[in-house]
């Protein structure tokens, strides 16, 4: 009920400002319809997201899998179709579109299946007859989500100013737009799918850690903790190595493969060697998250991005595209050294 509510308040803030986001935001290349359409999906992704968190919770995260399979599985073949209809005229909006419809149906498809699979699920492992006797639900509920949500709210908002302010940043170095929205997407589209792809793995296991780092926390094992942690971040730093190595000696081949384009395999040749800290970041956030720092998580975000707006700010103008990579090298190495650090004293708290 709480994702309803804070998804469907979350749709109508976007359906009456979707004339200033299209404007400002869009710069006026696509209509309010796309605006529209993505207000639709929201009250959808946010139930959606509280009950894979459920089914995290209660170690049938399986559930959750099929459902992100269905979701992408119906996203690409919808996209697929629509944009073979759409992409033919050249229109900006009508492939904007095509692509934002084609997550919608996506997303109306794995909400469907969630909340079928939830009833089931409820009527199966939760006996009827069962009266909740505890006031204090609502209070521990909004005890979590409260700090979280606000933070999350500073940090998605810095995002979005993120993304707006560096095609502008770009222009200032004398690119032209639509050169710069070129090179920009080349790196954030393209590139940096490919380098991110196999973290879907780690995702899936960092998934897994949350609730199971959550246990041995509450029961006070701090040994387990500590072991199960040097372990997964060892492992994750190796297998993270290993897909340096892969990308920096066939980077131009899997761009070329690919895309068939030379510079998106230069882009993944660069960003090769952030790869361990990427990774690694992912699974020591997880971790956090289960030892219940996930607000000290959110915040080094926040100083993440703030730091990655500040170099976008100075450093694109003066070296372009370049300056826009330096950023992204400060970010994540930032990002991971504050976040490795909260761990090891959380560890080092455990010893004491």
């Not at 908002?157 to 639509?178: A, M, V």
């Not at 971790?287 to 703030?306: C, E, P, S, T, Y």
């Amino acid at each position: 009920m709480i994702s309803l509510i804070f998804g469907t308040i979350a749709g109508i803030i976007f359906s009456l400002n979707s004339s200033f986001i299209t404007k400002v935001c869009f710069h006026n290349k696509v209509g309010p319809s796309i605006v529209y359409l993505i207000s639709v999906a929201l009250p959808m992704i946010a139930i959606s997201a509280s009950i894979s968190g459920y089914f995290t919770a209660v170690r049938r995260i399986y559930k959750s899998v099929i459902a992100n399979f269905l979701e992408y599985t119906i996203k690409i073949i919808t996209t697929i179709f629509l944009l073979s209809k759409y992409i033919s005229n050249g229109s900006i909006e009508g492939i904007c579109f095509a692509l934002i419809l084609g997550d919608v149906l996506s997303e109306v498809a794995s909400f469907s299946y969630n909340i079928i699979v939830l009833v089931l699920d409820l009527n199966k492992h939760i006996e009827k007859n069962y009266i909740k006797t505890n006031d204090s639900f609502i209070y521990r509920i909004f005890r979590i989500l409260m700090p979280v949500a606000f933070t999350s709210y500073i940090r998605s908002g810095l995002s979005t100013i993120k993304q707006l302010i560096i095609p502008s940043s770009l222009e200032k170095n004398g690119i032209e737009c639509e050169k710069a929205l070129a090179n920009y997407g080349t790196i954030t589209a393209m590139a940096m799918p490919i380098v991110m792809f196999p973290a879907t793995f780690l995702n899936a296991i960092a998934g897994l850690l949350i609730p199971e780092f959550s246990r041995y926390y509450v029961k006070k094992d701090y040994i387990k903790i500590k072991k199960y942690a040097d372990k997964l971040l060892i492992g994750s730093f190796l297998f993270a190595c290993t897909l340096t190595i892969i990308f920096i000696l066939f980077g131009n081949n899997i761009g070329n493969a690919i895309y068939n384009d030379l510079s998106v395999g230069t882009y993944i040749r660069i960003f090769a060697p952030l790869i361990p800290f990427m990774y690694v970041d992912i699974i020591v956030d997880s971790i956090l998250k289960g030892l219940d720092a996930q607000i000290n998580v959110l915040f080094i975000n926040i100083i993440d991005i703030i730091v990655s707006i500040s170099f976008i700010l100075f450093f694109v103008p003066i070296l372009g595209i370049k300056g826009f990579i330096v950023s992204i090298f400060a970010s994540e190495l930032l990002n991971f050294t504050l976040s490795l650090k909260k761990l090891l004293k959380i560890e080092r708290s455990f010893i004491v």
